[in-house]
């Protein structure tokens, strides 16, 4: 089947600290996957996405490569901020889903402290 | 930046009763969707709709629920009699396409059945 399996949260690190999370899937097929972001109160917004094998996703300082080799897709990013602060959650999709559902991992909560 | 717009933010409703949940999906976009995320767990999929008809389902979105798209604007959920484990945060979402588009969220309605 189809599956996401992201780090156990909470996470707390302090501002300016090295983000990992890690994220790997189980996929029929050849996934997109995508990382969303949702701040407190709000909805799921897309952070990055990449496509294919050896692609690099990246926005507003985060990075995540797509690793086939290794099923793949850990978040990155080198100095957080306390406005990092929220849950974030890894996804795939599959090209030839009939549903076109994403599969979404349950969730890391990042906490930054000043 | 179009966005993805749901109303109410926040329901609450006696256990037993309909509730309709409302959403404005961007307008160029053709695959609609609904999520559910109980409280600390995953987000999951309940359904997709595309040319006015759904197109995958999950087991969770059984005879008391249903979409509509009324009026080529709107998409709706309808949960015909609610029941306590129906409390979560339901989030719409759209794509203009399927497998490597990234879905948009709306920032879900809050769904509290007493």
């Known amino acids: 089947g189809n599956s996401v399996t992201q780090m156990e949260g909470p996470v707390t690190l302090s501002e300016e600290a090295f983000l990992t999370i890690n994220c790997t899937y189980t996929?029929?097929?050849?996934?997109?996957l995508f990382w969303y972001v949702q701040y407190p109160g709000e909805g799921l917004q897309l952070l990055l996405k990449?496509?294919?094998?050896?692609d690099k996703g990246s926005n507003k300082g985060f990075e995540a490569t797509y690793r086939k080799e290794t099923t793949s897709f850990h978040l990155e990013k080198g100095s957080v901020q306390v406005s990092d602060s929220a849950v974030y959650f890894c996804?795939?999709?599959?090209?030839?889903?009939?549903?076109?559902?994403?599969?979404f991992g349950t969730g890391t909560s990042l906490t930054v402290i000043p | 930046e179009p966005e993805v717009t749901q109303t109410p933010s926040h329901q609450v409703t006696q256990m037993g009763q309909e509730v309709i949940l409302r959403c404005v999906p961007i307008?160029?976009?053709?695959?609609f969707y609904w999520y559910r995320q109980i409280l600390g767990q995953k987000v999951e999929f309940l359904v997709s709709?595309?040319?006015?008809?759904?197109?995958?389902k999950s087991e969770i979105f059984d005879d008391q629920f249903s979409v509509e798209r009324p009026d080529g604007s709107n998409f709706t959920l309808k949960i015909r009699s609610t029941k306590l484990e129906d409390s979560a945060m339901y989030f719409c979402?759209?794509?203009?396409?399927?497998?490597?588009?990234?879905?948009?969220f709306g920032d879900g309605t809050r769904l509290s059945i007493l």
């Open positions: 996804a795939l999709n599959l090209p030839l889903n009939t549903g076109n559902q994403f599969y």
């Open positions: 990449a496509t294919k094998a050896d």
């Open positions: 979402a759209s794509s203009v396409g399927q497998g490597n588009q990234p879905q948009h």
């Open positions: 996929a029929t097929g050849y996934p997109s």
């Open positions: 709709f595309y040319n006015n008809e759904i197109s995958e």
């Open positions: 307008s160029n976009h053709l695959y």
